[in-house]
């Protein structure tokens, strides 16, 4: 096998994980990076590697198991050079990449495109931001929500007619975002309704007590805030900016998320969007900037070393309980297949 060097660029990543061999050593190194190859089911570190078939058998299970066993791409008969190229293209651009144009750069169908964007969308999720808090003294946070949705004017005229008679935002989907300015990060959520028990709740879950939050001012923050943090607000009928206080951070992300879904995925279900939010989640916190230069390298990496432990179904992504699945087995082909 060649030594090649990592791949730092789209191009140079096709050829280099064009090679089977090179883009198993990759990902095995993403997996074990101390060398020491554990079974995925019991743990057991006693194995013999099947070189011909690039799979283990473990001693104490007594079970064969790929590099794929207990991460996103489990019982995918896909090859790694399909998937990481997929990985590189969605952690990389900046709008974010269709199923349509992603089936056709792998020589795919759009269904099965569209399914890796998926799992891979459920591995940029940060996981980690259920346990922990951002923010603390000395530390300033935006808070600030939006509507994602269709414009009434452009629908057709009984759609139209339905959505008007809700209300203004009845036909959209909120997402509160909140922003560390610090640490240059943000989170991002679906969230049900804009009162002030949700959004409220929403900052207490990710917000440590102390922390300076800057919102605008909607009467969802108008009350009980102050009690834990040191709030401000905004009134953007009169301003956008007053000093240091503004949420200008909040509608640059907005306008990233909003652009990805009115010109890259066009149209996305209420049902799936927290996934294309946690995608764009993803790169925004890992954006090439002054205190963290990050190169597409490092994204496709930090991506590719986050896939172990998660599993998404097609099943459990449509929703559809009567769909095709079958119980995992890591090895070898499913009775029932999947869309791929």
């Not at 959520?189 to 939050?213: A, D, F, H």
């Not at 605008?216 to 007053?242: C, I, P, S, W």
């Not at 998404?312 to 559809?320: I, N, R």
Request: with cysteine; hydrophobic share 35%.
């Amino acid at each position: 096998m060649d030594r090649l060097p990592e791949p730092k660029t789209l191009q140079e990543a096709i050829a280099y994980f064009a090679d089977p061999d090179r883009a198993f050593e990759f990902a095995k190194s993403l997996r074990w990076p101390d060398g020491n190859v554990v079974c995925p089911r019991c743990n057991a570190a006693k194995n013999s590697f099947i070189k011909t078939r690039r799979l283990w058998f473990c001693y104490a299970c007594k079970r064969q198991f790929t590099i794929k066993v207990k991460t996103i791409m489990e019982d995918s008969p896909i090859g790694l050079d399909k998937w990481m190229t997929a990985f590189w293209l969605l952690a990389n651009a900046k709008n974010g990449i269709s199923s349509h144009e992603l089936g056709r750069s792998l020589g795919v169908t759009q269904t099965t495109a569209w399914f890796m964007l998926q799992r891979i969308r459920e591995v940029l999720k940060k996981h980690s931001f259920d346990s922990s808090k951002i923010g603390g003294e000395g530390s300033t946070l935006e808070a600030d929500e939006t509507f994602v949705g269709g414009n009434v004017k452009n629908m057709h005229k009984g759609k139209r007619v339905k959505a008007e008679g809700k209300g203004p935002y009845k036909n959209k989907t909120i997402v509160q975002g909140i922003l560390d300015r610090n640490l240059r990060q943000v989170r991002a959520t679906v969230v049900p309704n804009v009162t002030r028990e949700t959004l409220q709740n929403q900052i207490l879950k990710n917000v440590k007590y102390g922390s300076t939050v800057y919102t605008d001012n909607a009467v969802a923050y108008d009350n009980g805030m102050q009690r834990r943090f040191l709030h401000d607000v905004v009134n953007k009928t009169e301003a956008y900016v007053r000093g240091q206080v503004h949420v200008n951070g909040m509608e640059n992300f907005w306008s990233l998320l909003k652009r990805s879904l009115r010109g890259t995925y066009v149209a996305v279900e209420p049902f799936h969007l927290s996934r294309y939010v946690d995608e764009q989640v993803f790169r925004y916190n890992n954006r090439n900037a002054k205190q963290t230069p990050r190169k597409d390298a490092d994204r496709f990496k930090i991506a590719m070393s986050q896939v172990v432990g998660r599993r998404l179904t097609y099943s459990d992504l449509t929703g559809k309980s009567d769909s095709p699945h079958h119980e995992t087995t890591g090895t070898g082909t499913a009775e029932i297949s999947e869309p791929f």
